[in-house]
């Protein structure tokens, strides 16, 4: 707790000094190289026969994937704050590979904990962060997946408060990483606003982005939420179907729960026990969600779906072949519920969906699955 | 006085008290080691309902926790094992528990159910006191106490508000970090005890890593109870499990007990 009293003033200071917010940009814009394109995706839109679907490139974002936002803010906080050492939890590793990066270029300690089934199936992305200088360690306990490398990240933190930085990679977890996370992901926001006025002299009909914690769904909507008329949609991974409790949809499934320090929707068994999770997107697979997701849910004032691996899959082969994008198996969630809507609207319409990030990482598990298709 | 605070009213008296987590390794096995600690000179048992993420806790209690839910243990069975123990054992028992499990049973119901069973209090690591005003209301009406922990980072102000909030006793963290068998105590263990001291009346009892009499016997100069749990669930793990656990908790006891005489001695 004192910990996350000294964090939560360390960021208040940040975010007011225009020296920090100045480094910050400069770094986004020459290391990470933002602002990162909104792309009219023709093809797909003319695949789909309805919608204009614009896709927001964070996939292009250095280390492939908007994590490095939050990553490179929280480096500088933590130089900042003085410590040396940081500590992360990875789950489809992108968050681990943008810690790593950030880690590597402000010359500080990494430590990334890592589920030992995630580091199975991510093998490619363990292999980037040890290149960068990070030790992965690999967590046993539990499901073996995120919420497992959470749990082992925080108790390093408690352990060593002095000197480490505990570098968390989505909106979720104890004030203030919610608020902090989403305020470095609103970059992807702010931006589309922008480049979808310049382009289209108007805002978006939807916004539709996937959401496990929900750091990328939380950074494009925040800029949008007084847009009333532009309706947010975030989506779940729905594995092998929500009947089949094999899932990790924790808002469109789950129930209100305390789970990692915040009170938010939460997947449990009858007894209040975290449920194990399952995705074919490892950066999905987590049975909580951000409490800011749970509140805009809560008020209305986004809706939350679930898209099925198999849709997943659909939506990432679409996209592939009416785009020449791979895109990561984690926006195919949200690429597959685009596809699915933007039919059934007009040419007028705007959909913006939020490419999180590239798929070269899961080319294994995509291979897998596809082969095993009947 | 609430039954926990009676155990430390009795002057010169240092209480033990082990953690121990239901169903581990057996739910048999805790409806037979409850009792066996307390007729071992243990003053209080705390016992842990398993949490599917215990974020406080080490390896063993990790390990053991698991262990537990894969035996079938729930909330509701650990109320009906501490209802069962409470008939036959003398000492108070308190649960050690996670939030989730006990917002998701109803914090009221919660509440009843452990009145009802004959516990005495709670203890729940990652519940704040900042955060603890609806459950603190239900405990106090149903006389149950709810114990909140510190740790030697926790500040002044921290220490003040738990010092005004904790009843029964107040759950000093050795430690900055997670429960488990550790080599040696801190060094400023005695000044982080001092630092509440000053501020608290309550009863100060310290745990988390503590595993060996020298330990407890130097946690016990300084505090008002010795709290012992990740050596417990190794040994259970060991052939002839209870027996060895007996020995040693014996051994703790005495070790605690010496202490007072020697004290006693050089005072006379």
Redesign the interface.
């Known amino acids: 707790m004192p910990a996350l009293d000294e964090l939560a003033a360390a960021y208040t200071e940040a975010k007011a000094d225009a020296a920090f917010q100045a480094e910050l940009d400069s770094l986004s814009r020459d290391y990470s190289g933002r602002p990162t394109p909104l792309y009219l995706a023709e093809g797909l839109s003319r695949h789909c026969g309805g919608a204009q679907v614009f896709l927001k490139r964070e996939d292009l974002a250095h280390t492939g994937a908007h994590k490095i936002n939050n990553a490179l803010g929280q480096g500088l906080l933590a130089r900042r704050m003085g410590k040396r050492r940081i500590i992360a939890e990875t789950g489809a590793g992108q968050h681990g590979v943008a810690a790593a990066a950030v880690c590597a270029v402000l010359g500080l300690e990494c430590i990334i904990y890592m589920g030992e089934e995630d580091i199975r199936r991510q093998s490619l992305n363990v292999f980037r962060m040890k290149l960068m200088g990070a030790e992965v360690r690999a967590v046993s306990g539990g499901s073996r997946t995120l919420k497992d490398a959470i749990n082992e990240a925080i108790r390093d933190w408690v352990t060593n408060p002095g000197d480490s930085y505990y570098l968390l990679g989505s909106v979720v977890g104890p004030h203030p990483y919610p608020t902090m996370v989403r305020d470095f992901q609103s970059v992807i926001g702010r931006e589309t606003r922008e480049q979808i006025l310049t382009k289209c002299h108007r805002l978006p009909d939807y916004i539709i982005a996937c959401v496990g914690g929900g750091s990328n769904a939380m950074g494009i909507f925040y800029p949008f939420l007084s847009d009333k008329d532009v309706r947010l949609i975030g989506v779940e991974a729905g594995g092998r179907g929500l009947e089949s409790g094999e899932h990790a949809a924790s808002l469109v499934a789950g129930r209100v729960g305390v789970l990692h320090g915040a009170k938010s929707y939460v997947l449990q068994d009858s007894q209040g026990q975290i449920k194990e999770t399952y995705s074919i997107s490892a950066g999905l697979d987590y049975p909580g969600v951000g409490p800011e997701h749970s509140y805009l849910k809560d008020t209305g004032r986004a809706s939350y779906v679930a898209a099925s691996d198999k849709e997943a899959l659909d939506g990432f082969q679409l996209l592939c072949r009416t785009e020449g994008i791979i895109p990561a198996l984690e926006p195919a969630h949200a690429i597959s519920y685009a596809a699915k809507i933007a039919g059934s609207l007009n040419k007028e319409q705007i959909i913006v969906v939020n490419l999180s990030g590239r798929g070269d990482k899961d080319m294994d598990t995509v291979v897998a699955a596809l082969e095993v298709k009947p | 006085m609430s039954r926990i605070a009676s155990i430390f009213n009795r002057p010169g008296h240092i209480a033990l008290i082990p953690y121990i987590t239901v169903g581990y390794p057996t739910i048999e096995a805790t409806l037979k080691v409850v009792p066996l600690l307390a007729s071992s000179g243990c003053d209080i048992v705390e016992l842990g309902i398993p949490?599917?993420?215990p974020?406080?806790d080490?390896a063993t209690i990790?390990k053991a926790s698991?262990q537990a839910?894969q035996n079938g243990v729930?909330?509701?069975l650990c109320l009906e094992i501490a209802r069962q123990l409470t008939e036959t054992v003398d000492i108070p028992l308190v649960f050690m528990t996670y939030?989730?499990?006990?917002?998701?049973?109803g914090l009221e119901e919660f509440g009843d159910a452990c009145a009802s069973s004959g516990v005495s209090g709670l203890i729940i690591p990652?519940l704040?006191p900042e955060e603890g005003s609806e459950l603190e209301a239900i405990t106090r009406k149903q006389n149950l106490d709810l114990i909140y922990l510190l740790?030697p980072?926790?500040?002044e102000e921290?220490i003040r508000l738990v010092a005004q909030k904790s009843r029964g006793f107040i759950y000093l963290v050795s430690?900055?970090?997670?429960t488990g068998v550790r080599k040696s105590l801190p060094s400023d263990l005695e000044a982080f005890v001092a630092r509440v001291r000053k501020v608290a009346t309550q009863p100060l009892c310290v745990g988390f890593g503590i595993s060996t009499p020298e330990q407890a016997r130097r946690v016990a100069q300084i505090a008002d109870g010795v709290i012992v749990g990740s050596r417990l669930i190794q040994l259970m793990e060991m052939e002839n499990g209870f027996i060895s656990l007996a020995r040693f908790v014996r051994g703790l006891r005495n070790s605690i007990d010496k202490l007072l005489e020697s004290e006693r001695a050089h005072l006379g």
């Open positions: 949490f599917s993420d974020l406080a080490g990790q698991f839910l729930t909330p509701k939030f989730n499990p006990v917002f998701h049973y990652d704040p740790a980072t926790s500040t921290r430690v900055t970090g997670v």
